[in-house]
């Protein structure tokens, strides 16, 4: 879906990962995309040096360094996924639980670490609730923009948060902005995360109850749950829109049970 008005949620066009295949799976190699790993990088990114000198660090680690980019579920079976970015918030978080226990849908939140770690208890009632819990980052910065170790770090503090809360260690993340690149890719490979892109956004109240037309099997839709997105009017839509999708047969599972779904032969 393409909100007709931008938001600073929507990542540039140019930016967007080309989908691969049916249910929209592109599999990564860090390894591959690093052929010049090792090269040094600025914390910042250096805007006099090409998009191109953006490369993967050399890997540090045993194992295969491949990361899997999810941007939509398969449509062979009635489920999608409904996702929350940004939170925990004292505001909003428990509104959005509410709702997705009155829709009866499991839900993924893709939390900030320090968010995480100032509202310990809102992470342990969403896992207690059966929702799973991914990485966004530690603070809403921009991934293409970090050098690997700075993001390594930010990734690293933010899983611990997320444990420390009682809460399963993530599988998934999702970056801010959905902005990843090869250095990003490589960070997520090293710490075996794969990646919950989205299909359907909801920036506005009215977007909101267009889900119940434009939502399908297999969508990933992205929603807020914390900084300056949320509003009780855009959630409490999204809550019904739920419902309704709901009773038209639609199941909204986990982003990692959509992930395994989509990788089942
Ligand atoms: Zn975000």
Same mark, same amino acid.
């Given at each position: 879906?393409?909100?007709?008005?931008?938001?600073?949620?929507?990542?540039?066009?140019?930016?967007? *990962?080309?989908?691969?295949?049916?249910?929209?799976?592109? *599999?990564?190699?860090?390894?591959?995309?690093?052929?010049?790993?090792?090269?040094?990088?600025? %914390?910042?990114?250096?805007?006099?040096?090409?998009?191109?000198?953006?490369?993967?660090?050399?890997?540090?680690?045993?194992?295969?360094?491949?990361?899997?980019? *999810?941007?939509?579920?398969?449509?062979?079976?009635?489920?999608?996924?409904?996702?929350?970015?940004?939170? &925990?918030?004292?505001?909003?978080?428990?509104?959005? *639980?509410?709702?997705?226990?009155?829709?009866?849908?499991?839900?993924?939140?893709?939390?900030?670490?320090?968010?995480?770690?100032?509202?310990?208890?809102?992470?342990?009632?969403?896992?207690?609730?059966?929702?799973?819990?991914?990485?966004?980052?530690?603070?809403?910065?921009?991934?293409?923009?970090?050098?690997?170790?700075?993001?390594?770090?930010?990734?690293?503090?933010?899983?611990?948060?997320?444990?420390?809360?009682?809460?399963?260690?993530?599988?998934?993340?999702?970056?801010?902005?959905?902005?990843?690149?090869?250095?990003?890719?490589?960070?997520?490979?090293?710490?075996?995360?794969?990646?919950?892109?989205?299909?359907? %956004?909801?920036?506005?109240?009215?977007?909101?109850?267009?889900?119940?037309?434009?939502?399908?099997?297999?969508?990933?839709?992205?929603?807020?749950?914390?900084?300056?997105?949320?509003?009780?009017?855009?959630?409490?839509?999204?809550?019904?829109?739920?419902?309704?999708?709901?009773?038209?047969?639609?199941?909204?599972?986990?982003?990692?049970?959509?992930?395994?779904?989509?990788?089942? &032969?």
């Amino acid at each position: 879906m393409t909100p007709s008005t931008p938001t600073p949620h929507d990542p540039p066009a140019r930016r967007r *990962l080309p989908r691969r295949g049916l249910a929209g799976v592109a *599999l990564l190699t860090a390894g591959a995309l690093g052929a010049a790993g090792g090269a040094a990088l600025t %914390h910042r990114l250096d805007t006099h040096l090409a998009p191109t000198d953006r490369v993967a660090p050399a890997p540090t680690g045993p194992g295969a360094l491949t990361a899997r980019v *999810l941007l939509q579920g398969p449509d062979n079976a009635p489920r999608a996924c409904i996702t929350f970015d940004d939170g &925990p918030d004292p505001t909003w978080t428990p509104l959005v *639980l509410d709702l997705l226990a009155a829709a009866g849908a499991s839900a993924t939140f893709f939390v900030l670490g320090q968010a995480a770690t100032a509202h310990p208890d809102l992470i342990a009632r969403e896992a207690g609730a059966g929702h799973e819990i991914g990485v966004h980052n530690w603070v809403h910065t921009d991934v293409y923009s970090a050098d690997a170790d700075h993001l390594r770090a930010d990734v690293d503090r933010t899983i611990a948060a997320i444990e420390a809360a009682g809460a399963p260690r993530p599988g998934l993340w999702r970056p801010p902005y959905g902005r990843i690149d090869a250095p990003a890719l490589a960070v997520a490979a090293e710490r075996g995360l794969d990646l919950l892109l989205w299909s359907e %956004h909801t920036p506005s109240a009215e977007h909101a109850r267009a889900l119940t037309t434009r939502a399908h099997a297999g969508s990933i839709i992205l929603c807020h749950d914390g900084r300056t997105q949320p509003s009780r009017e855009l959630l409490e839509a999204v809550g019904q829109s739920l419902i309704a999708l709901a009773d038209r047969g639609l199941t909204f599972v986990t982003g990692s049970q959509m992930l395994a779904a989509t990788l089942a &032969p």
